[in-house]
C-alpha cells in the first residue's frame, strides 16, 4: 500500500482488519489496490479461474472504478457472480443489480463468465440454478457492504441465518433495507422498491476464502459500530463477519466515526 493510499487508522477487531480512510476516495483506491492484488495473486498461483462475488450498491462505486483502473489483471480468467436480486423489476430495469454490475464494471472489464442472478420464471428452480453454479467450485473472493440494517446481502435481520441450509433463498425486504434504497438514490419512492427478492444466504457470503468489506458514508455509522462491536447475532447480521478468517474491511472516517 502506497503513502497515497495508506489508511488513516487501523485496528484488529477480532480476526478483522478494519482500516479507515480519511475520505471516501482514499478508502475506494485501496481497497482496489488490495483486491487487485489479491487477483493477481491467485491468478499467478493457479491457471483455475478466480470466482468472485460481487455486490452491487453505490457503497461499492470506488472500488468498482478502482478495478477499472488497475493493471495486470486477466479478467478473461475471472468468474463473476452477484449476492443478490430484486423479484418482480423488468429485466431491462436499471435498478436492477445485474445491470448496475453491467454498467459500473462488467461491461469495461469483460469477465471470462459472468452468471446473473434472477432469470425469470419459477423462483425456487431459479435459487437452486444458481446455488449449483456456487457450488461449483470454491469462491475465491467476496466484495461486500453493510446495510443501514445491518444486513449482508439481502440478509436483513429478520431473515438471516447463520446456520442456512440454503445458498441462494427468496427474502421479504425489511423495511429499514426498502428505505435505504431511497435514501441511497437507487428509487423515487418506497413504494417503488420491491418488497421481495432472492439472496446469497449468510453462510454462501461466508464460504468465500477471502472478504472484502467496503463501507463508506455516515448513514453507515450506527450499522458499523455494531458489526464491530456489537453481539454477533442475527440483530446486526454483519456482526458475523469479524469472525471469518481472511476479512478487510474498508471504511471511511463518515462512517467509522472521529
Known amino acids: 500500500m502506497n503513502d497515497s493510499t495508506a489508511p ?17 476516495s482514499e478508502m475506494g483506491a485501496a481497497a482496489a489496490g488490495q483486491v487487485g492484488q489479491r487477483i493477481r495473486d491467485l491468478q499467478k498461483d493457479s491457471t483455475a479461474p478466480v470466482r468472485f462475488v460481487f455486490a452491487a450498491a453505490p457503497s461499492q ?6 478495478l477499472v483502473r488497475e493493471q495486470g489483471i486477466d479478467w478473461s480468467r475471472v468468474h463473476a457472480f452477484h449476492m443478490d436480486e430484486y423479484i418482480g423489476l423488468p429485466a431491462d430495469a436499471p435498478e436492477r443489480f445485474g445491470n448496475f454490475l453491467q454498467e459500473r ?5 469483460n469477465p471470462g463468465r ?5 432469470r425469470p420464471g419459477d423462483i425456487e428452480e431459479e435459487c437452486q440454478r444458481y446455488a449449483a453454479l456456487l457450488n461449483e467450485a470454491p469462491i475465491d473472493i467476496v466484495c461486500l457492504g ?3 440494517n445491518g444486513h449482508i446481502a439481502f440478509n436483513d435481520p429478520p431473515v438471516a441465518d ?12 425489511d423495511e429499514a433495507c426498502r428505505t435505504q434504497q431511497v435514501n441511497d438514490g437507487c428509487f423515487a419512492s418506497l413504494d417503488d422498491v420491491p418488497t421481495h427478492a432472492l439472496t446469497l444466504t449468510v453462510p454462501a457470503l461466508m464460504a468465500g476464502h ?3 468489506a467496503i463501507v463508506p458514508g455516515k448513514a453507515k455509522q450506527a450499522a458499523l459500530q455494531a458489526a464491530l462491536h456489537g453481539p454477533v ?19 471511511d472516517r463518515d462512517a467509522f466515526g472521529p
Open 233 to 251: 447475532s442475527t440483530a446486526c447480521p454483519a456482526s458475523l463477519l469479524r469472525t471469518h478468517p481472511a476479512i478487510t474491511l474498508f471504511t
Open 114 to 118: 459472468v452468471e446473473l442472478l434472477g
Open 61 to 66: 462505486n470506488e472500488l468498482y472504478e478502482g
Open 8 to 24: 488513516a487508522e487501523e485496528q484488529q477487531v477480532e480476526r478483522m482488519r478494519v482500516l479507515v480512510f480519511h475520505h471516501r
Open 105 to 109: 464494471l462488467f461491461s469495461r472489464v
Open 210 to 212: 477471502h472478504l472484502f
Open 162 to 173: 447463520f446456520a442456512d441450509p440454503l445458498l441462494v433463498k427468496a427474502v421479504e425486504l
Open 146 to 148: 453493510i446495510g443501514e
